[in-house]
């Protein structure tokens, strides 16, 4: 069994991530947490256009496949597992908790490096979010996270059946975090102790910086807590919450080719004071149109 799903990964991922979509898609569209302030075709349009560019550049860029290089590194005893010769299991979970703390930790990083911040920010840029906001990455952004997942596959010796588990889990619990889903608030306040819920990731996507720079994990919800960034409730109500980057408000401040563009785009500073739900926001760095 284990063969045949290292054989068929791809396809295992993919149909995963798949049932997924569909079923956090359909629950948004009839129980949603948020109206849509923009338009659903646009938004699509652009999430898709996206994660395509992304998937090609990935292709085009990265020497070596995740699962491929994990059997490499299975094969050969590289990394920290295979050095102390953990029980199967253990280095399984041990794998995925890994591979979800780097996803952690790029994702702080993603807000504290202003180099990564650029390619980044495309994914806040988004006014509404829901399952389709787990599209939108940049393709830059896309590459720094392959890195990430490979440096931590070496450096941990993380095993292939681990990643694969690792990888889905990881999709599943993007698209399920960004979803634009009305779960009761004792259902959420239960999952919320074992998973990232929406209400509880919608925050990190505030326009204010005190909220976005907040709740970073994807799919273990205890790094937030362990590492003092958790925040539990936004300011506002969810329904009134203002989403998206303070200085692009407007649908046509994210045209696809803007987004596109925007890690490229020299930064400027502002002295103006954002406000945004009723609060004051410090100047911090915007681009340039």
């Known amino acids: 069994m284990i063969r045949w799903l290292l054989e068929h990964e791809a396809d295992v991922q993919a149909y995963v991530w798949l049932a997924a979509f569909f079923v956090v898609a359909l629950c948004e569209t009839l129980l949603p947490r948020r109206a849509l302030v923009v338009p659903a075709g646009a938004r699509w349009v652009q999430q898709l256009t996206l994660v395509t560019l992304a998937s090609a550049v990935l292709w085009l860029c990265t020497p070596i496949a995740v699962i491929a290089l994990a059997v490499l590194v299975e094969q050969r005893g590289i990394g920290l597992l295979n050095a102390i010769a953990a029980p199967a299991w253990l280095s399984i979970v041990i794998g995925v908790v890994a591979l979800d703390l780097a996803n952690y930790v790029q994702h702080r990083l993603e807000h504290a490096v202003p180099l990564l911040w650029r390619f980044h920010q495309v994914h806040h840029s988004d006014l ?26 070496t450096v941990v010796g993380v095993p292939p059946l681990a990643v694969l588990t690792g990888l889905s889990l990881a999709a599943v619990a993007s698209v399920f975090n960004h979803g634009n889903l009305a779960l009761p608030p004792r259902v959420d306040a239960v999952l919320r102790r074992l998973v990232v819920t929406p209400d509880m990731h919608r925050i990190h996507h505030s326009a204010r910086l005190d909220e976005s720079n907040a709740n970073f994990a994807n799919l273990l919800p205890w790094w937030d807590r362990l590492f003092a960034t958790y925040r539990c409730a936004s300011s506002v109500d969810q329904s009134r919450m203002t989403l ?39 100047p911090s760095p915007s681009w340039g149109s």
């Open 244 to 282: 998206g980057l303070g200085k692009a408000q407007v649908p046509s401040d994210i045209t696809l080719g803007k987004l596109l563009r925007m890690p490229f785009q020299p930064m400027r500073q502002t002295r103006a004071v954002t406000r945004v739900d009723g609060a004051d926001i410090p």
């Open 128 to 153: 509404d979010v829901d399952s389709g906001t787990s599209l939108r990455h940049h393709p830059g952004e896309a590459l720094v996270s392959q890195v990430t997942v490979l440096t931590t596959i």
